[in-house]
Structures are given as structure tokens and as C-alpha cells.
């Protein structure tokens, strides 16, 4: 496993920083000078507004991260493992973004080695793993996986199919604001 969020070029993004409370500000506003960025998840989510300097640091951090990913070299874990590629890094990114700037704690970004990309969330108890194919397409696509074992919940499912569950799933991931 490569651990992006480890070197020190990709982790500027702290705890700290998406911590602060958003600002209220019109979820257009946001929308027309993000508009490349914002996943669709972003029309489902309540976890607070969309605020441009969170959007811009959470957008910096990601794609850094990305680029660390993408430019992985050949057999990177030893048993021909590609770089992550571009369009999965793309989608990542793009679901990515605006969960960090709305406060849920960040994934590890984990390469698979066949290009493609895990999002993984861990807590005691309770994992959310977001698989991102290579290449997507009508037969491949992300698809989410999560377990809390206290209280006994399991499921795995297409993302696009099971919106809902996801957002319920990724607000067990939001980080406590003092």
C-alpha cells in the first residue's frame, strides 16, 4: 500500500483546516466557481455549506495526492502494479473534494494495482471502502462497501445506485467541530 496522505508534498491539508465551520454562503455562488469540482453527492448532502476556501484547499491537497498517485512507476508494488490511472484519480478527486470542504475526514487514497483507486475511511468498529475502477463504464463501476460491526450493518453497492445509504455512511466520518 502506498500511503499518499504520508508525504510531506501531499499533507497540507491539516485536521485544522477542515475543521472550521463553513460560511454561509449561497450554494450557487460556490457552484459557478467550482462548477469543474463538484460531485453530484453535493445535491444530496447536508452537512454544511460549501465554502470557497475549503472548497480551494481540499481541491490543492486532493490533487496533489493524485499526482503522486498517477505518476506511480511500473510494478510500483512489485507484482507489475500500474500508476493509478488518470480518469479513476478524476473521479476520486471529484467525489472527494467537496466531502473534505463540508467536513468528513479524509480517505486514504490506496492504489490497486491494476490502476485503479480505494477510498478508504477506518474507524473502530466501521469501515467505508470506495472501490474506483481503471476505466468506468456501464459494467464497471465505483462501487462502495461498508461494515459496522457494533451494530451489525453491512452492505456493498453500486455508488451511483445507493446515494442515500452512502451520505448516512460517510456522516459517520464527519470530524467534530469545537
Known amino acids: 500500500m502506498i500511503n499518499a496522505w504520508a508525504a510531506p508534498q501531499v499533507r497540507d491539508l491539516s485536521d485544522r483546516d477542515i475543521n472550521r465551520p463553513p460560511s454561509r454562503i449561497g450554494e450557487a455562488v460556490v457552484a459557478l466557481s467550482q462548477r469543474d469540482l463538484l460531485y453530484p453527492l453535493r445535491e444530496t448532502m447536508a452537512f454544511g455549506t460549501l465554502d ?39 473521479y476520486a478527486k471529484r467525489f472527494v473534494v467537496p466531502l473534505l470542504a463540508q467536513g468528513v475526514s479524509a480517505p486514504a487514497f490506496v492504489p490497486t494495482s491494476d490502476g485503479g483507486l480505494s477510498l478508504e475511511w477506518h474507524r473502530p468498529s466501521i469501515q467505508l471502502v470506495i472501490g474506483v475502477p481503471r476505466h468506468q463504464n456501464a459494467d464497471n463501476r465505483p462501487t462502495a462497501f461498508f461494515a459496522d460491526d457494533v451494530a451489525g450493518d453491512e452492505w456493498q453497492a453500486d455508488v451511483e445506485q445507493t446515494m442515500p445509504r452512502l451520505v448516512e455512511a460517510l456522516s459517520r466520518f464527519l470530524i467534530p467541530v469545537e
Open 52 to 90: 470557497p476556501v475549503s472548497l480551494h484547499l481540499a481541491n490543492d491537497w486532493t490533487s496533489r495526492a493524485m499526482e503522486v498517485l498517477t505518476s506511480l512507476e511500473p510494478n510500483w508494488d512489485s507484482y507489475g502494479g500500474r500508476a493509478v490511472d488518470p480518469s479513476a484519480a478524476d
